[in-house]
């Protein structure tokens, strides 16, 4: 999570300053390994300007939380109803009160002071119809990869038949293994499936090494879906997650049928 | 503030348009398909309507956390629980989150989303997905095909392969 801090030195060490808009420098800290980025405020406008640019910054840099010693209640609003979240009367060292936030330290008393709005004052129905929009507004974004994965799947179930794919499979201890691996990364649906079509391997004479990696990446691959996980998670995060699973799914099910089979 | 909303509106219709593009993709493959495989074609749309339905109890139920989570737990609420430096207890209810989500994995990526703007790290936002390779309902089931010994051996693979993976995106992920 990122936290922006508006501070009067370019480090962890600085002081947290009263405005926005006003401090020599922008911190955004990422909460967890306290690795921060340093913006430079002296290019900002001056005047009332400089504080929306100031935000506009550390919003473009992802933060979700600002610290800060004050800001005006008609931004906070806005703020809180996009779900950044403001604590202000914060002073003290930009570190500490990163810490301090973590700890869930900056309680209702600085949340409710003079220049922010309590959460817990506002109406109930009002937060409720705010969430049901902003969820409903998150769900519909999603709506146009999740049609075309869905569609997707539909037309690999019907024209790769899994026959074509047990093609694959040559009687080699680790094609087979790597085969069963790019099988279960390929298809999809419910688990029991991969039950039906690893006896069926079996049946066919497949090697049970290739079937446990169909059923380990069956579950833990999921290729056709990688669109929407590449859209929600990013490109990075789907492309490394698959691969290590496949990797790591192919000397697992050798060891799974090692063992099965008594080691050696 | 005006001003800024005026430039984001032809940003914004730009990226609704781009977010169509992929789908009108796979339904021009469908037209295109259709004319040379009808039955086929059909059976796809049919296969997808399924999925579709399959889905939708899992997207519901996605679809309620979200709002839950929304409403009542802040930044710093996910932070602490499934942040960082949430330790053991994080990885624990991450894990037992992925086994216990139900469906297909698509239904279960908005919540994930939400949890990851709210502060999730990446190993956490993996490990639930790959705990969902433990599937403590189906173990009858593969009991059934595959014997004790062996579903006992997978799922406790199951398990492992899980933490892994989660500890190669947390390690390589480098965005948290």
New interface residues.
Partial sequence: ?KIAIPADRPDLDARVQNKLGAAPYLLVI????LSFEILDSSLLASGPLAG?QAL?LVLDKGA??ILVGYMSPNIIGPLQKN?I?VVTSVSGSAKEAVLR????G?GVAENNGHTSIPKSSINFTV??SE??T??AK??L??V????????????????LPEKLLLALFSGNLIQDTFAGALVGSLL?GN??NS??I??TLIELGVD?FGV?AM??TW??V?LI?M???IS???L??AL??NV??FL??IP??I??VW??RGGM | ?SQ?KANDAPRLKRSRFR??I??A???G??LI?YPI?PC??L???????Q??LQ?SLPLIIS?GM??LL??FI???????LL???AGVKGIFLSAVAGILSMG???AW??F???L????A??FH??NF??H??V?PV?LP??IV??GW??SL??TI??I???L??AA??GM?????
């Avoid at chain 1, 936030?101 to 869930?104: A, I, L, M």
């Avoid at chain 1, 990869?145 to 024209?159: H, P, R």
């Avoid at chain 2, 802040?74 to 602490?80: A, N, R, W």
Wanted: positive net charge; aromatic residues 14%; hydrophobic residues 50%.
């Fill in positions: 999570m990422d909460s967890d390994d929306l506009s979700t939380v779900g979240e936030y973590k700890r869930g900056f937060r409720f969430a049901w902003k969820t998150q769900y974004s999603l146009p990869v999740l049609t075309a994965v869905i569609l997707l799947v539909g037309l690999f179930k019907a024209f999809t688990p029991i039950y039906v690893g006896e049970l446990a059923m380990l579950v833990s999921w879906q669109p929407v996980e929600i998670l990013g990075r995060f490394i997650r290590a699973a790591v799914a697992s099910s060891f799974v063992l099965y | 503030m800024g977010a169509w992929f789908p993709g796979v339904a493959v469908y398909l495989a086929r074609t059976n796809g749309l049919g296969v997808a309507g999925v579709l889905a679809f979200m709002l929304n409403l802040t930044p710093s609420h996910v932070s602490k942040g960082g430096g297909p994995i698509f990526y908005p994930l989303a939400t990851r703007k709210k502060g790290s990446d936002l993996a997905l790959s969902r390779a599937k189906l089931m593969m095909y595959f010994r062996f051996i997978f693979f199951c492992f392969c899980a892994v993976t190669i995106v390589l992920g480098g965005q948290r």
